[in-house]
């Protein structure tokens, strides 16, 4: 497998941590966002959306979208920990609770959104910041609480007592949010979940920091 | 079933698209968004993201975020017309495509978000909707039109030759750069394949204007 990876795309971090989890090994390539190596010609034939990540399987099979890879990684590597839950309503769950994330905060605050803003409506970063990155934040991660704390399903992780897709996508959301330095203390069961995330070694070696392409 | 709905909301759009295709009834509860519905107390305890869809199944089960809904009903319905291709690989092109309109597109042009660029951003609307809306339309359904373009595996719908999940995605957004006066004409697989979904009784009966709640 290949995976088309940047250190610091929170969607590649979410397939980094399957990965880990499943214990599956994937050549690397970075593709530098900044320099927006995702524009090049090459890359746009792999993945006509110039986004992060891709996973190329073995069999050539050209995956895009963190969630979708995700799922199949999981489908097709039944024998090794399982990523979604065994029950149609806990699937449908796991992909709520990522969905709320994904679709509902991520999308509004990544690098080309942000830069877009700047542009168009000549916002200072402090200003951006406060009124657009933490409103979203709060935002989002209010509606998120609420679907972790007032539900039994809720267990050691976001769903149950073994990591899902779902974790896969808390834990880089709070770890972008935290950069930003969003007080995320308002949100203590989504905190105690990420902090149970962290202590497992699938997550922290799939930290942006720990990666071959990150920079100082 | 009963399904916490609102007329223009295309998240709602897309399950009472897959609704149709499957022949299922749903009970319908409108939640208004513009006037804030959606904040009561009493939509909050059924779904705490404050967003719509919400579907209950007969027995009790809650269901938020349309795509995870979407699965759901066809995962607990295997009997009626499947809106999932039956192998991974398909599965994960579906999901891809879907969440190519659901993560990219979508969240950074619902009714939340063009708000609070006019209150912060102090945009007016004419500006809003050239910068903004029209930007991230282009530079969504270019990516999007390069998925569906550059692959075998698109036939009269996005996958293939029978309506999936990623046409319950497509049909919405559309509609939606439509209703903001984008020229679609840059997209011609798109374009092609929105014809011929809306060709059908099953995209018609979901379009916003002939629902029960809609307003002039």
């Known amino acids: 497998m290949k995976l088309y990876d940047y250190y610091r795309s929170s969607a590649a971090f979410r397939v980094r941590i399957a990965l880990n989890i499943k214990g599956l090994e ?90 877009h803003i700047d542009e168009v409506f000549d916002a200072d970063e402090a200003t951006r910041n406060e009124l657009w990155y933490k409103h979203w934040i709060d935002e989002g991660m209010g509606g998120l609480e609420g679907m972790l704390a007032g539900s039994g399903d809720t267990g050691d992780f976001c769903h149950g007592d073994t990591p899902t897709m779902a974790d896969c996508c808390l834990v880089p959301q709070f770890y972008n949010a935290e950069r930003f330095g969003c007080d995320m203390s308002g949100y203590p069961t989504a905190a105690r979940i990420n902090a149970t995330c962290l202590a497992l070694d699938a997550f922290q070696q799939a930290l942006p920091e720990v990666q071959p392409d990150a920079e100082a």
């Open 26 to 115: 994937a050549e690397r390539e970075s593709i530098h966002l900044r320099r927006k190596d995702q524009r090049s010609d090459a890359y746009l034939a792999v993945n006509p959306q110039g986004l992060v990540p891709t996973l190329v399987d073995d069999d050539g099979t050209v995956l895009t979208q963190s969630m979708a890879i995700i799922e199949y990684l999981d489908e097709t590597r039944p024998d090794t920990p399982r990523l979604m839950p065994a029950d149609a309503a806990g699937r449908a769950r796991v992909r709520a609770i990522s969905d709320a994330i994904a679709c509902d905060i991520h999308p509004l605050n990544n690098l080309r959104v942000l830069r």
